[in-house]
């Protein structure tokens, strides 16, 4: 019920009924004023999403991927550089040694990742690890939409983050450090 001073209310229990329902009215059309002018008149700032998406700054970074070779294999080496230099500690790498054919036919021995792992529940996406990469095999892409209600799904293994694909321009210059902000890739 809307508000009524109680000096205004009648002692007719009828009339009171009345000036209550009338009340009532002017709360709500006072209320889808305001809804009105919020849905319709105001600039809005939000889009319906996930019909609708904004434009990306160029500076997003999201989701790791680790480039492979020809062959599908991971270019990294193993050599555990991006988990020392991981602040949020959400990098696990362990080696192996593969043997490879090279060009020249000759066999040699390399280092590979065994284990790969990046928890991105924990990742604050500063993108030192793709910096520090001595064989520029990790970057941080623009894909955003990998979120959980399961936080352990988080943890992404190495086939989660491999991709054949060549860098784009986005992932070339962000590990030169994109100033610019707005726009697609
Ligand atoms: S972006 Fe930063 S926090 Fe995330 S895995 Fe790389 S070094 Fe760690
Ligand atoms: S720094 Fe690069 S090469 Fe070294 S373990 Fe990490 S992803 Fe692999």
Known sequence: MGHVPRTQVSSNPIIAFFQYVWSSLITAAKGLRVTGYNAWLRERVTVAYP????DLSLRTRAKHRVLV??????ICIACGQCQRICPDHCILVTRKKVTVTTPEGEEKQVNRPDEFVIDLARCMYCNLCAEVCPVDCLHLTRDFKYSSGDVHTMRIE????????PLSEYEANQTDGADDEGGEE
């Open 69 to 74: 070779d020809d062959t599908g294999d991971p």
């Open 51 to 54: 019909k609708q998406e904004l």
């Open 158 to 165: 190495l086939e989660g983050l491999l991709r054949p694909e």
